[in-house]
């Protein structure tokens, strides 16, 4: 039997996961710092990682929801 996240045992390809997906849905590289707090949650238990991982695919493929907000413009500013 497969176990679940096996893949992300490595350390850096979970880095390297981690990383690319956050700068694609970002449009950025990340920052010295936040490759680094990455490279350190790239270092826990792979399920854990795993999880992680499938949390930003989740919310990256959700589009922004605006919840009825509308654009009001004061009357004064119109």
Same mark, same amino acid.
């Given at each position: 039997? !497969?176990?679940k996240?096996?893949?992300?045992?490595? #350390?850096?390809?979970?880095?390297?996961? @981690?990383?690319? $997906?956050?700068? +694609?849905?970002?449009?950025?590289?990340?920052?010295?710092?936040?490759? !680094?707090?990455?490279?350190?949650?790239?270092?826990? #238990?792979?399920?854990?990682?795993?999880v @992680?991982?499938? $949390?930003?695919? +989740?919310?990256?493929?959700?589009?922004?929801?605006?919840?009825?907000?509308?654009?009001?413009?004061?009357e004064?500013?119109?």
């Amino acid at each position: 039997m !497969r176990i679940k996240y096996e893949e992300f045992n490595d #350390e850096e390809y979970a880095f390297q996961q @981690l990383k690319v $997906l956050l700068e +694609e849905q970002l449009g950025r590289d990340l920052t010295k710092k936040e490759a !680094r707090k990455i490279r350190w949650l790239s270092g826990w #238990e792979q399920e854990t990682v795993g999880v @992680l991982l499938d $949390l930003i695919q +989740e919310v990256a493929g959700k589009e922004t929801k605006h919840d009825n907000h509308k654009d009001y413009m004061r009357e004064d500013f119109k």
